[in-house]
């Protein structure tokens, strides 16, 4: 790690947006060969900004949330192959479960039951109609939306209890989340549907990037480990 200073996060908040908006355009020209570099590079990008922090700071929600990046960023990989799609779905599995340590982690276990009945509604609502068609992963799928409503639901938690700006984007990022791999269950499962790329990848990056650069605030303010 290097110290960090406002105009390096900029830059690789930049960075970020131009490799995202040029992987979703590669993808949409059918430029496979150049997406497959774009795509990871993204999410390697929002995973640095949890790099260029001072040297001594250092928690285990920091750590927690680098791990859950890498796992997204070898879902990414994974998902480039539609051979590797249930593999690519465990490794999202696990990622969501090391976000969920990591919100427990920082501020507690947050029972909202209100925001619990929502989320879960529309998840098993999703799952139920979407299971017609799910057929050998009906079970890996169900396994999934609960893992997902149980992480976007301590993700919420955290603005609830804190109420501050950094948590509001972790609890917009969780809803993104939720949104993004909805495209891609109906995508996949149900019906493809006019632009599935541009909305599903666009939404994910923006889910990934606001829970990197609110974890780095997080860590920066001192929370306890």
Known sequence: MVAESPKTIRTINLLIIISALLAIYMEFLGNRTVYMVLKPLTTILVTSLLFFLPKQESSRFKMLIVAALLFC?????????????????????????????????????????????ILYAIGASLFFWLQSGLGEFAVPVGVYVLVICFMAWQ???????????????????????????????????????????????????????????????????????
């Open 73 to 117: 960023l070898l879902g990414d990989i994974l998902l480039l192959f539609p051979a590797y799609f249930v593999f690519g779905l465990a490794a999202f599995l696990v990622a969501h479960i090391l976000f969920t340590i990591g919100f427990i982690n920082l501020k507690g276990f947050h029972p909202h039951w209100t925001s619990f009945l």
């Open 155 to 225: 993700g919420i938690g955290l603005f609830l209890k804190e109420k501050r700006k950094e948590f509001l984007f972790i609890a917009i990022a969780v809803l993104l989340f939720m949104f993004s791999d909805t495209m891609i269950a109906i995508s996949k499962f149900k019906t493809d549907f006019d632009y599935s790329s541009i909305v599903i990848l666009s939404t994910y990056w923006m889910s990934i990037g606001l829970i990197a650069n609110a974890a780095r605030k997080i860590t920066l303010a001192g929370n306890p480990e």
